[in-house]
């Protein structure tokens, strides 16, 4: 949230991944503690608490006594209807993500081909930059150029 009180994109796309992942959470095991469902999402155990209020506020989550002084958590018809959207969400942002790198390695790899570069050497250990990846899109497009990817710092080939 900034200081008006408004939620910042950032913010939002944290925030909706966060509820779609203790979305999930919660149905694979309804039964877990508060506890459990923070170690699994990642965060601190209070703001596990904080978003299954909220959760349960908007009606996605339902709040079930169990034995022993515990909680079971349920999701409610709107609460799978919410995974849906919110996992439907995600997947057109994933493949929009997608589209834009490709795009933008395509364009990359056609300014190395002016400069008569037969060879393309990436840096880094992401997702991005796999070899088989980077390979198949260039052989998509048609190119014929060598892709070699690096995790260390390497000069420039061409």
């Known amino acids: 949230m900034n200081a008006r009180g408004a939620t910042t994109a950032a913010g939002s796309a944290a925030d909706t991944d966060l509820t779609l992942r203790l979305l999930r959470a919660i149905e694979d095991d309804p039964r877990q503690s508060q ?7 990642g965060i601190a ?5 904080a978003v299954l209020k ?6 996605l989550v ?6 022993a002084r515990r909680y079971a958590y349920y999701l409610t018809p709107q609460g799978f209807a919410e995974k849906s959207r919110l ?13 834009d790198a490709r795009e933008a390695f395509a364009a990359e790899f056609v300014a190395c081909q002016r400069q008569g570069w037969t060879r393309v050497a990436l840096l880094g250990g992401g997702e991005t930059s796999g070899r088989g990846r980077v390979t198949a899109l ?6 014929q150029i ?3 990817t690096h995790h260390r710092a390497v000069r420039r080939v061409g």
């Open 45 to 49: 155990v209070g703001l596990t608490n």
């Open 146 to 148: 060598r892709v070699t």
């Open 87 to 99: 996992t439907l969400q995600y997947l057109e942002h994933s493949l929009t993500v997608i589209r």
């Open 54 to 59: 909220r959760a349960a506020a908007k009606g």
């Open 35 to 41: 506890r459990s469902l923070a170690a699994r999402l």
């Open 62 to 67: 339902k709040v079930g006594t169990a034995p």
């Open 138 to 143: 260039w052989n998509l497009l048609g190119r």
